[in-house]
């Protein structure tokens, strides 16, 4: 049995450790936690061990924490960590790298420059087989993850016919969860957005790739605007939809008005975390016009890389080829059910 330890128990930490829970081949050592507040409790009540910081155990002197995260870490295989932006970073050099560790970190790090965290960055669909004898690899953030799902398998139906990729990237300004974080009534510019950058880590420096980014006032998902151009005419909406039948993590929907649809029938459905785990392309507004596709898909901001983290850590504990690694990971996530039950909800209204 593996033992895996879970830095940091915010929106991604909490979601990474549920789940893992569910999954038999695995222990969770225990997750970590830096403030003395509810989310202590909350992780016990759910079953989990409780580690902090040893130069913080006094402030959590009126809860029932089991240790010190470094000693959590001298009991565990790997650690993913679940920290604030650029402080996985810290916590490796700290941490990980003095015990020799297996570390996994999410996307708020970098993988260029003096903080970068690993030369890798994950996406299941492109480089799983990449990952060899790595010790440090980092899981892309949602966006980019999700990027990479729409455009690895339209690039593999038509390769050079495909002359760009334009993306507006719509992204949500809070988890749910994160009821303290205010969102102000506005819509945000954002310079020199990270995501082209990261996606083209592992689609290739080449890929015709453009990216532009707004933040705006919802806890409902990112909302991907893409335009795909063609050399020469594009194809159908219905070949477009058809390419993604199969795919995994990604639900074609017709009917959802807005992303908060999507939310509310993952609750009504009682899906973990009322994630959907995946990403949803809005197939009535596939348009082909010309040499162009418009396409607009919603991204699971908070779910959609939760089933990647578990793909990463089977390829690095397990060394597990793709297929065995994927349909243990679907044991777990039940994501052909999930895609099977939103597709049937949402589908195109024929009467
Ligand atoms: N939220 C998303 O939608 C999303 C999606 C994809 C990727 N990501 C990435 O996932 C990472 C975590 O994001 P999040 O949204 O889960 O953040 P979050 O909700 O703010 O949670 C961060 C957690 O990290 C803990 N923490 C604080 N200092 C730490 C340290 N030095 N080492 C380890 N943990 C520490 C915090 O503990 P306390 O609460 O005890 O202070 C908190 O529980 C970031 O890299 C982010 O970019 C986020």
Avoid at 82 to 101: C, E, H, I, T, W
Avoid at 244 to 253: M, N, P
Wanted: aromatic share 8%.
């Amino acid at each position: 049995m593996k033992k895996i330890f879970v830095n940091g128990y915010g929106s991604i930490g909490s979601r990474i450790a549920s789940f893992l829970m569910d999954d038999s081949e695995i222990t969770v050592t225990g997750v970590g936690k830096y403030s003395p507040d509810e989310g202590v409790n909350q992780a016990i009540s759910r079953g989990l061990d409780v580690y902090v910081p040893k130069d913080r155990l006094a402030k959590f002197a009126g809860y029932d924490v089991t240790g010190t995260i470094e000693s959590a870490l001298d009991d565990s295989d790997l650690v993913i960590d679940a920290s604030p932006g650029g402080m996985g970073f810290r916590n490796k050099q700290d941490l990980y790298v003095p015990r020799d560790m297996m570390a996994i970190y999410q996307g708020g790090e970098s993988i260029s420059g003096n903080m970068a965290v690993s030369d890798l960055l994950f996406n299941s669909r492109v480089n799983y087989d990449h990952i060899a004898e790595k010790k440090h690899i980092m899981q892309g953030s949602c966006n980019v993850t999700g990027m990479g799902r729409v455009i690895e398998p339209l690039r593999i139906k038509y390769g050079s016919r495909i002359s760009r990729f334009d993306v507006t990237l719509i992204r949500r300004w809070a988890d749910i969860e994160q009821k303290d974080k205010q969102i102000l009534d506005t819509i945000e510019m954002s310079e020199n957005p990270h995501h082209g950058d990261d996606a083209k880590t592992y689609l290739g420096g080449a890929t015709p790739l453009f990216v532009r980014a707004v933040k705006v006032p919802t806890r409902q998902m990112h909302l991907h605007i893409m335009d795909v151009r063609f050399e020469k005419k594009a194809p159908e909406p219905s070949e477009i939809h058809d390419i993604f039948s199969d795919e995994f993590g990604v639900a074609r929907l017709w009917t959802a008005k807005g992303t908060k649809d999507v939310r509310d029938y993952a609750y009504t459905m009682g899906f973990n975390f009322t994630d959907t785990n995946m990403l949803h392309i809005h197939a009535n507004m596939t348009a082909s016009i010309g040499d162009t596709i418009h396409m607009m898909y919603s991204d699971d901001q908070t779910g959609i890389v939760i089933p990647e983290n578990h793909m990463l850590l089977q390829a690095m504990l397990f060394k597990r080829s793709y297929d065995v690694a994927f349909s243990h990971t679907e044991s777990v996530f039940h994501m052909k059910e999930k895609k099977t039950k939103l597709e049937s909800h949402f589908a195109k209204n024929t009467g």
